[in-house]
C-alpha cells in the first residue's frame, strides 16, 4: 500500500499529465485556461469565410438593392459585434479588450459568393483567433438574415483561420 496522496480532484494537471486540449483538467473536466501568468504582447488574428448565393442573390447585394438595406454594412457591423460578443458566445473564451476589429467583404462573381474577412487586434495574454472566427461567422450569418427573403439555400462554407501573430506559440500562417 502506498502512502502518497491521491491527487485532489481539483489540482491542476502535471506537466506530464498535459494535453494538447487545454481546455480540459487532468479529470477531463472541462475548465477555463489561467492566463494570468502569461505576458500581456500585441496579438493579431485573421479569418475568412464566404457565403455562397445564386447570381441574382449576389446582384441583390452588389447593387445594395436587398429588401433589408444595405447588407454590407450592416454585416460589418454585426461581424464587429460578434467580436467583441466572443466570451459571450463561447463558453471558455475569455473576456477580451479588443484594440481593433476591421472587417472586409469581397464579391466573388465567378464563384456567386461573398467572402468575409475579419483582422482582430488586441494586447494581452491571450489570442484572438476565436474572435476572428467569431467575426467572421456572424458577419456571414448576417448576410444570410438580410437576403433569405431572396434565397433560402445560401451557403456558408470555407471559414478558417488564415494566419495569427504573437503570443508563446509564435505566428501561424495557414495554407
Known sequence: MSNAAAPSPNAAPSSSETSPLTHFDAQGQAHMVDVGAKAATRRVATAEGRIRMLPTT?????RGEAKKGDVLGVARIAAIQGAKRTADLIPLCHPLALTRVAVDFELDAADSAVICRATVETTGPTGVEMEA????????????????AAEKGMVMTDVRLLEKRGGKSGDWVGR
Not at 133 to 148: E, F, H, P, R, S
Open 58 to 62: 449576389l446582384e441583390l447585394v452588389a
Open 133 to 148: 472566427l467569431t467575426a467572421v461567422q456572424v458577419g456571414l450569418l448576417t448576410i444570410y438574415d438580410m437576403c433569405k
